[in-house]
């Protein structure tokens, strides 16, 4: 990708694969239904700013965040009015000005924020559209008020409007769970009641490319708010879903070796002495710890990729430092295993070698989610113009939150 960037550890990230990613969701929808990916969390790592402009050329109408400030961080950063920003976790009443200022379109999750974005908009003087959500068996956000009392609130709404209706699945990893059907038709049920009621025609919206299957196959489903698809993951489901996702990883992640460092058998290797080694070894110093988001949890269970071969971590991953075995490595021709200033791939490919952050989350015993969100900002985060290789990537854990 890009040639010898100048940092101790960066990541790159391929925008184009990312427009592909998008476009091959989007294939799989019916044909009016719609893909809002989400860009929350700094678009899970990989930079919300240069990510939310990909996917704006790429063709997409809508971005959906976690806050209010990541939808102003996007407005500021030129993402025009005419990309809808949805405000998904939440608005507090201190929200509600750069709402209206930066024209985002916020998720209510219950009839006391309905009432306040009445007021909000009489007082702005302009019709406010909004997202209403409803808890289906998640038990986070979203309405548990009765039907009945939610139709009264939206039929004597004056400014506000209801723009669309959503719910976010509990098991939508797992399609074999009957929850998430069960889900689905209690959503389904509150658009049909809806809509008798008299109410405008609205929206309604999914999470999780998963629920792929819900957009294809039942008319109510016009939005589906794809997250970890849209940088390159998606679970293998458990039951045959027509129409195949394919989707690839965007994102790889380098640190550079610092220095080698040649040790008898017998030493103990960093804080805690979490290593001792047991022959003649060779090691090396990588400049990423767990203050730049490699996971101190990686402690002697992790492995790089240093020109295609495995260098497995040995010793406690501490913040700024990770030091793993190289002896093994073929030598270059000064003899040496490894030189200063070699890279040394964490997440990505090398050779016939690759690490995803699946692979990487399990060695940490957490989820890939976790892995991608947390490098940190002091890692550079590189645009590249080329596509990333194909990865054949074993399945996400059915375990995993889908969002």
Known sequence: MNSDPPYRTYVEVSLPTIQENFRSIASQLSPAAQVMPVVKANAYGHGALPVSRALVAAGTRWLAVSSTMEGVTLRRGGIPTDTRILVM?????????????????????????????????????????????????????????????????????????LEGIMTHFASAANLTSPKTQQQADQLTNCAELLRRSGLPKFLVHVDATNSLHLARHHADVQLVRPGHAIYGYVTEPKTSVVGRLHVKPALSWTARVILTKSLPPGVDVGYGSHYRTTRDTVIAVLAVGY????????????????????????????????TVDVTHLPPHSNGQAVIPGEAAVLLGRAGNQQISAIQLGRMAGTISYAILCGIGERVPRLYVDQTAEDYNEPVVNPAESVE
């Open 291 to 322: 203050a730049d988001g490699y996971p101190h949890q990686l402690t002697n269970r992790a492995y790089v990729l240093i020109r295609g071969n495995r260098a497995p971590v040995v010793g406690a991953v501490s913040m700024d430092l990770t």
């Open 89 to 161: 976790a939440g608005v507090h009443d201190f929200d509600w000005p750069q709402i209206v200022t930066h024209q985002l379109t916020p998720v209510l999750h219950n009839l006391r924020d309905v009432s306040e974005a009445e007021k909000v908009a009489a007082a702005a003087g302009r019709v406010l559209p909004f997202h209403f959500k409803f808890d289906t068996g998640l038990s986070r956000l979203g309405s548990l008020e009765p039907i009945q009392e939610i139709i009264r609130t939206f039929l004597n709404l004056r400014i506000t409007r």
